[in-house]
């Protein structure tokens, strides 16, 4: 199983890290649609940045789910995996920005491809490291990903007005 389960790992890796970059550019490529814009940024706030990380993730876990099914932690491994990847990027952005005084494209893409791998690279581990799966923490971890996911569709419309949802471009807030 772990060889199976590398391979669809990595793959997935490979599949968020081109679907997240392709994502990137939808919104604006589909005319500012509303609807693609729950599922991608919208503007260049690192809140919306992390949808790049978490929709095709959250994508490529249920296609998965019918591969791996009898993984009895599954969505608590992926769960935790994505909430690993979201906060890295978080920290890493904050860290770099507030050390260096400014913000880079380049380590802004550093981090997306990074936080893909802790994702992948975390699932991974818990997966293969824990055999322990419960029906309640695997309902738990599906609500986790819907509220994660109402997250983003709520604060796309109505984001708090803080910086982690600033565009730091034009100083605007979501839609």
Same mark, same amino acid.
Not at 35 to 62: D, M, Q, R
Not at 83 to 103: E, Q, R
Not at 112 to 132: D, H, K, Q, V
């Given at each position: 199983?772990? %060889?199976?389960?590398?391979?669809?790992?990595?793959?997935? #890796?490979?599949?968020?890290?081109?679907?997240?970059?392709?994502?990137? &550019?939808? /919104?604006?490529?589909?005319?500012?649609?509303?609807? +693609?814009?729950?599922?991608?940024?919208?503007? !260049?706030?690192? =809140? !919306?940045?992390?949808?790049?990380?978490? #929709?095709? @993730?959250?994508? =490529?876990?249920?296609?998965?789910?019918? =591969?791996?099914?009898?993984?009895?932690? @599954?969505?608590?491994? %992926? +769960?935790?995996?994505? +909430?690993?990847?979201?906060?890295?990027?978080?920290?890493? /952005? @904050?860290? @770099?920005?507030?050390?260096?005084?400014?913000?880079?494209? &380049?380590?802004?893409?550093?981090? /997306?491809?990074?936080?893909?791998?802790?994702?992948?690279?975390?699932?991974? !581990? #818990?997966?293969?490291?824990?055999?322990?799966?419960? %029906?309640?923490?695997?309902?738990?971890? +599906?609500?986790?990903?819907? &509220?994660?996911?109402?997250?983003? /569709?709520?604060?796309?419309?109505?984001?708090?007005?803080?910086?982690?949802? !600033?565009?730091?471009?034009?100083?605007? &807030?979501?839609?």
């Amino acid at each position: 199983m772990n %060889k199976k389960q590398f391979r669809y790992e990595v793959l997935g #890796f490979i599949f968020v890290s081109i679907t997240g970059t392709l994502n990137h &550019f939808l /919104f604006e490529w589909l005319n500012s649609s509303t609807v +693609i814009g729950l599922f991608c940024p919208v503007n !260049e706030s690192v =809140w !919306e940045h992390l949808k790049l990380l978490f #929709f095709p @993730y959250l994508l =490529w876990t249920a296609a998965e789910f019918f =591969w791996l099914q009898k993984q009895p932690n @599954y969505f608590q491994s %992926k +769960i935790n995996g994505i +909430i690993s990847g979201l906060i890295f990027i978080v920290a890493f /952005f @904050y860290t @770099y920005s507030g050390i260096t005084g400014t913000t880079s494209t &380049f380590m802004d893409i550093l981090s /997306f491809f990074t936080g893909t791998a802790i994702s992948f690279a975390g699932s991974y !581990e #818990f997966m293969r490291n824990s055999r322990l799966g419960s %029906k309640a923490g695997k309902n738990i971890s +599906i609500l986790l990903f819907l &509220f994660i996911a109402s997250l983003f /569709f709520l604060f796309t419309f109505l984001p708090p007005l803080i910086p982690l949802f !600033e565009d730091p471009h034009s100083f605007t &807030f979501g839609i």
